[in-house]
């Protein structure tokens, strides 16, 4: 079955350190990949895709991404989280399948909390 | 640019009731998708149009929810009788072309229903 999985419900980090998202998918198309981050109270933003190509794709707000297929992540980084990076933040896979519409599947979201 | 317009942001309604939520898309996106976010099953495709069309209404959970789009920039989303389970934050969100489909998608801020 297609599923997405993101390990970490929760997780704090401090204002400047590191930090990585784990994503991993189980799809039986060729995957399109998503990064999407919801504020409090917002909808979800686009941070980052993959479709093909180079597999460490860039985002917006300094997120990077790198798809591994031989272990089916998508693991989303930024080398200095901000205190605005406070969020909750989706991974999606999705894609055509046949020519039509791969329904898009959302992880169940990996809240960020910052420590100032 | 205006993005993705949601109406009402926030609907507290008794059981029973009819409830209609509405979208405005971002203009000249030719795809449409309804989704609801509830804690205990995240992010859910709802329904999605192309052009005006319903393409796939798989996941309208029941008879009571129905979906149009009269035109290219307006769509509602409606629950007739209304109950306490469809409480949830109600999403829609447009795309252009194949990215729709592929899950590149531009999310309003939300409509978030309460049914007492």
């Known amino acids: 079955a297609q599923s997405v999985t993101q390990p970490d419900i929760h997780i704090t980090v401090s204002e400047g350190a590191s930090l990585e998202l784990r994503c991993n998918y189980s799809?039986?198309?060729?995957?399109?990949l998503f990064w999407y981050v919801q504020s409090p109270g917002q909808g979800l933003q686009l941070l980052l895709k993959?479709?093909?190509?180079?597999?460490l794709v860039q985002g917006i707000k300094g997120f990077e991404a790198e798809f591994k297929r031989s272990q089916s992540s998508f693991n989303l980084r930024k080398p200095s989280v901000h205190w605005s990076d406070a969020a909750e933040y989706f991974c999606a896979v999705g894609g055509l399948k046949g020519g039509s519409q791969g329904n898009l599947i959302f992880g169940k979201g990996t809240k960020l909390s910052v420590k100032p | 640019d205006a993005g993705v317009i949601q109406s009402p942001r926030h609907e507290v309604t008794e059981m029973g009731q009819e409830v209609t939520l509405r979208c405005k898309p971002i203009?000249?996106?030719?795809?449409l998708f309804w989704y609801r976010q509830t804690m205990m099953r995240g992010l859910e495709l709802l329904i999605y149009?192309?052009?005006?069309?319903?393409?796939?209404d798989s996941g309208m959970p029941e008879d009571r929810f129905s979906a149009k789009m009269p035109n290219a920039s307006f769509s509602t989303l409606k629950i007739q009788p209304s109950e306490p389970r469809d409480s949830a934050v109600y999403f829609c969100?447009?795309?252009?072309?194949?990215?729709?489909?592929?899950?590149?998608?531009?999310f309003g801020e939300g409509s978030r229903l309460t049914v007492l």
């Open positions: 203009s000249g996106h030719d795809y």
């Open positions: 969100a447009s795309s252009l072309g194949t990215r729709g489909l592929a899950g590149e998608l531009f």
């Open positions: 149009f192309n052009n005006n069309v319903p393409i796939d």
């Open positions: 993959y479709f093909s190509g180079d597999t």
């Open positions: 799809y039986g198309a060729t995957p399109y």
